[in-house]
């Protein structure tokens, strides 16, 4: 599968962003969505993810309250609300997809991934 994030940008602190992601197959109901950032000097780290039929999610703690995943199996996109932005959110953003993951409490294991779209949030 491929995918194709999109919705980076420049934003003060306190303000929103959304995120989208296109997955390319006709199959994206089988696969659970994530996404994920690395900022500048640092890790990849997990930020939030969702099961194939939508009812699951998962968040890391930083983003919990702020961000919301969601995604829309008819046009083969997820998507991430961020909303109350801080400084700390800088980061690439990048999507990615698992074929057949249950989501569970200990892992954040994806196999494929798309491109990142830059999130730049100034003080």
């Known amino acids: 599968v491929q995918l194709q994030a999109s919705g980076g940008g420049l934003v003060q602190a306190g303000g929103s962003l959304r995120l989208s992601c296109v997955a390319s197959?006709?199959?994206?109901?089988?696969?659970?969505m994530a996404w994920f950032r690395q900022a500048p000097g640092k890790e990849r780290e997990p930020v939030a993810e969702?099961?194939?039929?939508?009812?699951?999610?998962r968040y890391a703690d930083s983003v919990k309250g702020r961000f919301t995943i969601s995604r829309d199996n008819a046009k083969n996109t997820v998507y991430l609300q961020m909303n109350s932005l801080k400084p700390e959110d800088t980061a690439v953003y990048y999507c990615?997809?698992?074929?057949?993951?249950?989501?569970?409490?200990?892992?954040?294991?994806?196999?494929?991934w798309g491109q990142g779209t830059e999130v730049t949030v100034s003080s």
């Open positions: 197959r006709r199959t994206y109901g089988t696969y659970a």
């Open positions: 990615a997809a698992d074929y057949g993951r249950i989501l569970t409490a200990t892992d954040w294991e994806y196999s494929y």
């Open positions: 969702i099961s194939r039929n939508g009812a699951n999610t």
